[in-house]
């Protein structure tokens, strides 16, 4: 069982800045991918940024390369999305999640996620 708590969302002007916080407790850290998701009113839940355990490799959604880094410090169990140039669209709330997907596959099937967190709120105001 992996337990996860996300942390840093909230409001902001559009062109400032955000940093997300995932907090991980359970089983070993460095052993999972870990993703962040988005979710807006009336839209499916959809892939933002996710990174492997062991090599750090990091994947990003093509609506935020450039403007999100995803890293994780696997000595204290937690990784971090920072979230530059917000637009309104980043509107959204946002989870952290937990899974193993196959090296050969995507990163970004939620159906890959064994864990979630209760996710946290992004208001990016215009």
């Known amino acids: 069982q992996v337990q996860l708590v996300e942390s840093g969302g909230g409001l902001v002007q559009a062109g400032g800045s955000l940093r997300l916080s995932c907090a991980a407790s359970?089983?070993?850290?460095?052993?999972?991918?870990i993703g962040w998701f988005r979710q807006a009113p009336g839209n499916e839940r959809e892939f933002v940024a996710a990174i492997r355990g062991s090599a750090g490799r990091t994947y990003y959604a093509d609506s935020v390369k450039g403007r999100f880094t995803i890293s994780r410090d696997n000595a204290k169990n937690t990784v971090s999305l920072q979230m530059n140039s917000l637009e309104p669209e980043d509107t959204a709330v946002y989870y952290c999640a937990a899974g193993q997907p196959p090296i050969y596959r995507s990163v970004s099937r939620k159906s890959d996620y064994d864990y979630w967190g209760q996710g946290t709120q992004v208001t990016v105001s215009s």
């Open positions: 359970g089983r070993t850290f460095s052993n999972y991918v």
